[in-house]
């Protein structure tokens, strides 16, 4: 069991403005799955792509926009999304405060999923 | 893709006081893993259990304690938590305050996890 403040693992930025954890993951002995928690700047998003692997998301506080291909939905504090696999998706940030949300997404055998196809 | 905020989803009192939403589960086409978010009152507790499949835990919002066997470890806004399968837990509020947090669970044989062991 380990108990650890997302704010103290390191991140990397996976585009300008937008920072992931991970916090729960092969480092931790997770068999599955892992939880990465996104930080997200005013005006930065994360990258627009797909994968064959799911998403499943968690608005932990902020505001912003969740973009697939051309659709738009607004994204609040408290929404859950389910992200198939092979569905293009990004997250905007489009409010004026910080945008940050979990991620969790499989392993895929026993590693963290590769690289995913950009848009 | 689906979006839709915890508090739309209907819930299910899994101790007195504590609530369990699934946010994204195989109602939403969910392939691996569930994503549920638990809401826990003061004074109120998840059923103290183990079973052979892992958590990845976040606190949303809130503190309270995290127990295992005899250990009891605080849990603060912004902790991930990672129990390993078959370790003994629970998550308590011991705050004055709502207690929220995400939990999610692999699928097992594709349908939701059975009954865990309880203490």
Redesign the interface.
Known sequence: ???????Q?AGIEVSPGAVRRV??GPA??????V?R?FEIEPGSATPHHSHP??H?I?V?SGRGT?V?GDTK?P??E????????D?P?SIANTSDGLLTV?C?V?LVDGKMPGTPRKY
Chains 1, 2 share one sequence.
């Open positions: 069991m380990k108990i650890q403040n997302y704010r693992v916090v729960a931790e002995g997770a068999p599955t799955f939880m928690v692997w799911e499943e968690f932990v969740l697939s939905n994204l609040n408290g929404d859950a999304v389910m992200v198939l696999p569905e998706h979990i969790v499989p």
